[in-house]
């Protein structure tokens, strides 16, 4: 791929990493907890937003995944900078409004916030779901620049709901993807990224990929993985991570995610995006802009400030 950093170049991934999250989830959703070979009985492949599934859900409607990231940008925007306790006050007025549907993991962290004022949930063996991971692309918007603030970011936003080590590794190893893509960088030099987590965590190795896509997290980054370095471009990528089934919603929202701010504004087909709300798209653009103004990384109009070799 042609490598680019202008600002402009830099805002259109963020946006199109945003609205991946949404039009994976909307693309995933309806296929949840489905098995391949379920979803190729019943749909053949599915390449299109057809809503339905356990949830009942329109074609385009979004769930969790995207409700909660727009939490966490909508916090961050109100506070004009990060907030945990304003992220926790968004999730808690989200919850209150019974969305259609929430983690198990999740509706704890936030009650335990309503209940109690936690801002941390403590260590969990439990809590290595993907629901901390799945709401990361704010988190990345907003620290773009700065490696250290998006560890202490991330680490911030999984905890008020997750806290476990590999949640940890995922939320922190996906925003350092992202700030890559967002980049210009080359996939091969993203797969080089990865290889400190492989080393770390070797559970989530994907080669040979085993096909599992729940909501363990190192299931759904395998997944995503797998499907983004195995694809050339946004749709095949999308198209092939959701029809892994299993949490198909989640794992649709992040290979959006990352899928979205390595192709840009070009690679999300048309089609998909007409099925989501015009309005939620024209506040997820904003939003994704108002993320980077924020981040550390400061816009000259002029390319970013790494140099063409590092790109490769
Ligand atoms: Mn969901
Ligand atoms: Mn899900």
């Given amino acids: 791929m042609t490598i680019t950093g202008t600002a402009e170049d830099i805002r259109t991934r963020a946006r199109a990493a945003f609205l ?132 202490d970011y991330a680490l911030q936003q999984a905890h008020l709901t997750h806290n476990h080590p590999l949640s940890d590794a995922a939320c922190i190893a996906l925003g350092r993807l992202v700030h890559l893509a967002l980049l210009g960088y080359s996939k091969s030099r993203l797969r080089r990224e990865l290889e400190e987590l492989l080393t770390n965590h070797e559970n989530f190795r994907f080669e040979p990929y085993h096909g599992l896509a729940t909501a363990y997290v190192v299931d759904t980054m395998q997944t995503v993985f797998h499907h983004f370095f195995k694809t050339r471009d946004f749709e095949s990528c999308l198209v092939e991570t959701v029809n892994q089934g299993g949490d198909a919603d989640t794992t649709g929202a992040i290979a959006g995610m990352l899928a979205g701010a390595y192709y840009g504004m070009e690679g999300i087909p048309k089609r998909w995006l007409k099925k989501i709300d015009k309005n939620l798209l024209e506040e997820i653009s904003t939003l994704a802009e108002r993320m980077l103004e924020l981040s550390p990384y400061l816009f000259s109009g002029q390319a970013a400030p790494f140099s063409a070799s590092d790109l490769s």
């Fill in 20 to 151: 991946g999250v949404a039009v994976g989830d909307a693309l995933g959703a309806g296929l949840e907890f489905m098995t391949p070979g379920e979803i190729r009985s019943k749909h053949g492949t599915v390449r299109e937003i057809i809503g339905g599934g356990w949830l009942r859900l329109k074609p385009g409607q979004i769930t969790d995944d995207t409700e909660m990231s727009l939490c966490i940008a909508r916090a961050i925007d109100l506070k004009g900078g990060w907030s945990l306790p304003g992220i926790a006050e968004a999730f808690a007025a989200w919850l209150r409004t019974k969305p259609i549907d929430v983690g198990d993991t999740c509706r704890r962290g936030i009650r335990n916030y309503m209940l109690k004022g936690v801002l941390e949930s403590p260590y969990n063996q439990w809590d290595a779901g993907n629901g901390a991971c799945m709401r990361m692309l704010p988190v990345a918007l907003c620290t773009f620049g700065s490696e250290n603030l998006l560890e």
